[in-house]
């Protein structure tokens, strides 16, 4: 059972535009939420978090909202640039120890 | 710069051969990761470790041992590689929230 999903492996959006990945889980263990972005032939690298505890962070064009009654976390990038093409993460951690998604694939067209 | 170091960056081995990655981390994180990823899916946990001289199974051990002599250093060691172990491996250290990766291992085992 995958704990953390990412129901779209990939998403093509023009630039300039509002960017909105998606993630949902199961377990209601979880307690902190993150996202990465990773670049082909480089690691994963930490984007933004956010606590259970709330329902929003923002950082400059990143935001992630929790919605902890649907289980669902989203990334929303306004406005889109074409450097944010890259794959992006989800990842849930339950007393520190981490579950990630599949990822999804954003493209970002000139 | 402080972060995580994997080496090596690529290598190809031969089925059966042997070989160990290291990863090596100067932020004095207690918890070190070895994770791998394939095509079209998401970062799977091969083993971890809570601290110096401990490891523990992630979700695919199979096939894969591990050390952690030294706090800074965790090493993941195939001792007769598949083909299905071709892949790409990345090592990560963690504090409770956030991780940091290193820019990942290719292998491919022909």
């Known amino acids: 059972d995958q704990q953390v999903k990412q129901n779209s492996p990939s998403l093509s959006v023009q630039e300039g535009r509002i960017s909105i990945l998606n993630c949902d889980y199961t377990n209601s263990m979880f307690d902190y939420f993150l996202w990465y972005k990773k670049y082909p032939a480089e690691g994963p690298t930490f984007l933004i978090s956010i606590s259970s505890i709330k329902d929003k962070n923002e950082d400059g064009r990143f935001t992630v909202f929790l919605n902890k009654s649907a289980k669902h976390l989203s990334l929303h990038i306004v406005p889109s640039q074409p450097g944010d093409s890259a794959v992006y993460f989800c990842?849930?951690?339950?007393?520190?120890?981490?579950?990630f998604g599949d990822g999804t694939t954003l493209t970002v067209k000139p | 710069n402080a972060g995580v170091t994997q080496t090596p960056k690529f290598r190809v081995l031969k089925t059966g051969q042997s070989m160990t990655l290291l990863c090596a981390q100067d932020m004095n994180h207690e918890y070190m990761y070895w994770y791998r990823q394939d095509p079209g899916m998401g970062l799977r946990l091969i083993h971890y470790?809570?601290?110096?001289?401990?490891?523990a199974k992630g979700e695919v051990p199979d096939g894969y041992n591990v050390s952690r002599l030294k706090k800074q250093n965790f090493l993941l060691g195939l001792e007769s590689a598949a083909p299905s172990q071709t892949s790409v491996y990345f090592c990560?250290?963690?504090?409770?929230?956030?991780?940091?990766f290193g820019s990942g291992t290719r292998l491919t085992v022909v």
């Open positions: 470790s809570v601290g110096e001289g401990t490891t």
């Open positions: 990560a250290s963690s504090t409770s929230y956030g991780y940091t």
């Open positions: 990842a849930a951690l339950d007393a520190g120890k981490s579950t």
